[in-house]
């Protein structure tokens, strides 16, 4: 495995597609409402994107159909976006976007209520949105990698939460998904040490209940193999000798 250091140069663009990021999930977010198609936002999105010269890295990723993958309450991760699913009041919906600018990715996701919504959706949500905030206290230089790992877990577990297992975080760069891969459950190696100039992309997938998954005949969508809701959290985040940057939320 071989983890990538970002040079200063890299580090820029990576700052910048990661601020032009943020401002593609806010346009989503404020385009989010009952009756809207899972579709249209795609549309909203990718527009926004390309407004930027930008690409969305998504689109046709080992032949993914469309520019953001949008999953709805026990989808997990990578709904396909389509005309026919109508978002409703009460519903969560999570965004994972991502873009490409001058050759360096950005990657990030949220997850949103839809209307009004459940206490219990919306603690999924906030818990969800904590455990990354937990897991990158960790993210420093001379950090092990399992440390990010654990925090995530303890925390949503505290919960009862599921911590999902079949799929994790990731380094990235150059490409959407670089070395080291970064689960959000406790492992039993301490993984890599990281070290100033690594990007990476954190982002804990949770489960309201138990933490299976399994994927449609879509070959794409992952849902709860219990039907719980499920949420997403993501930035794409930058390892300093202090604080982790975190290159996809700024103001
Ligand atoms: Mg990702």
């Given at each position: 495995m071989s983890v990538s250091i970002k040079t200063a140069h890299e580090i820029e663009l990576m700052r910048e597609a990661g601020r032009l990021l943020n401002i593609v999930h806010k346009e989503l977010a404020a385009a989010i409402?009952?009756?809207?198609?899972t579709y249209e936002l795609d549309k909203i999105g990718e527009r926004v994107i390309r407004s930027f010269?930008?690409?969305?890295?998504?689109?046709?990723?080992?032949?993914?159909?469309?520019s953001f993958c949008i999953s709805v309450?026990?989808?997990?991760?990578h709904g396909i976006p389509k005309k026919g699913r109508i978002l409703h009041e009460g519903d969560i919906v999570s965004v994972d976007a991502g873009l490409i600018y001058k050759g360096m990715h950005s990657d990030a996701a949220r997850t949103y209520g839809v209307g009004k919504i459940s206490p219990e959706a919306q603690q999924l949500i906030d818990v969800t949105k904590e455990c990354f905030f937990r897991g990158i206290a960790?993210?420093?230089?001379?950090?092990?990698l399992h440390e990010i790992s654990r925090a995530i877990a303890d925390y949503a577990e505290s919960f009862g939460y599921g911590v999902v297992r079949d799929l994790v975080g990731h380094g990235i760069g150059k490409a959407l998904h670089e070395d080291p891969q970064i689960p959000n459950f406790r492992q039993k190696t301490r993984g890599i040490r990281l070290v100033k100039g690594m990007t990476l992309a954190i982002e804990p997938m949770i489960n309201a209940g138990r933490a299976d998954v399994e994927w449609l005949d879509d070959d794409w969508t992952v849902v709860t193999e219990d039907g719980s809701l499920s949420a997403h959290y993501e930035n794409t985040i930058l390892i300093t000798d202090g604080e982790p940057e975190i290159l996809s939320l700024t103001e």
């Open positions: 409402r009952p009756g809207i198609s010269g930008c690409v969305p890295n998504f689109l046709n990723y080992n032949g993914f159909p469309a309450n026990d989808e997990v991760v960790y993210a420093k230089e001379g950090h092990h």
